[in-house]
Nanobody
């Protein structure tokens, strides 16, 4: 069954903004985290950001710091990715991910996540 449902992708001009959302539909443990990875054409999937749902501490890739913000609604098991000052190199398929076993040392590794969404396309035109 579908565990993670993403929405909000689309086409935007450089400098614009988009908001992605992702809802997790399975039981969770207190230490669970949700976040986003992305994969551009011809590139490997890479970490974008993650937030611990109980404590709210967030982690970001250097490439998005100051431009992207992750937020959460723990009651709804939902995270939001607010993307500002978008650039053409932000173009990618964005995947939501969830984990009950994440640690600060594993937060940016895809191997640390157990659930993945199907992905949503974000295209930034120049």
């Amino acid at each position: 069954q579908v565990q993670l449902v993403e929405s909000g992708g689309g086409l935007v001009q450089a400098g614009g903004s988009l908001r992605l959302s992702c809802t997790l539909s399975r039981p969770t443990f207190s230490n669970y985290a949700m976040g986003w990875f992305r994969q551009a054409p011809g590139k490997e999937r890479g970490f974008v950001t993650t937030i611990r749902m109980s404590f709210g501490n967030a982690y970001y890739a250097d490439s998005v710091k100051g431009r992207f913000t992750i937020s959460r609604d723990s009651a709804k098991n939902t995270v939001y990715l607010h993307m500002n000052s978008l650039r053409p190199d932000d173009t990618a398929v964005y995947y939501c991910a969830a984990s009950d076993r994440i640690t600060p040392s594993t937060v940016s590794s895809g191997d640390g996540y157990d659930d993945w969404g199907e992905g949503t396309q974000v295209t930034v035109s120049s």
